[in-house]
């Protein structure tokens, strides 16, 4: 199998719609993670957290993933790392709810990374597809004097 009929299997709207839903909704999870964790599960101090704050930078790309902005998933793809960083430390050093909260922030962010990677990248192939279908069913003109 080549590579072009690889990418034709996974190139699809279809595919792409799905890579954006899974965006949001690992975004939508994670924000709604970090509210839950630093308010009520397993707050740094008794009664709840400022850092639920946190979750305040993931807001501010939920509108552009739903308008389907492409350069909000390139920069959301970067952003996420912080929040993995932070999950895998906390993961490691915390005991109890604290642990497993971050590992699922850890995953979340693997999620919502390769739904971002993936989304721009079987975007791009679909426009360059595009464009190669529409310059091959174009008919050169003769020039006649």
């Known amino acids: 199998m080549n590579n072009s009929s690889q990418n034709s299997t996974f190139l699809s709207p279809q595919s792409i719609e799905f890579t954006r839903w899974v965006a949001v909704g690992s975004l939508l999870a994670l924000i709604l993670l970090g509210l839950l964790w630093e308010l009520w599960l397993a707050p740094l101090r008794e009664g709840g957290s400022w850092w639920a704050l946190k979750v305040l930078p993931l807001c501010w790309p939920l509108a552009g993933l739903l308008k389907n902005r492409m350069y909000t998933y390139r920069w959301v793809s970067l952003m996420v790392w912080l929040y993995f960083i932070e ?3 906390r993961a490691w050093g915390d005991k109890g709810w604290s642990a497993g909260l971050a590992l699922a922030e850890t995953i979340l962010c693997v999620m ?8 721009v990248r079987w975007r791009f192939q679909m426009a360059r597809a595009n464009d190669t279908q529409i310059t091959e069913t174009e008919q050169p003109t003769e020039i006649s004097k």
């Open 87 to 89: 999950g895998v430390v």
């Open 112 to 119: 919502l990374f390769a739904a971002c990677a993936f989304h």
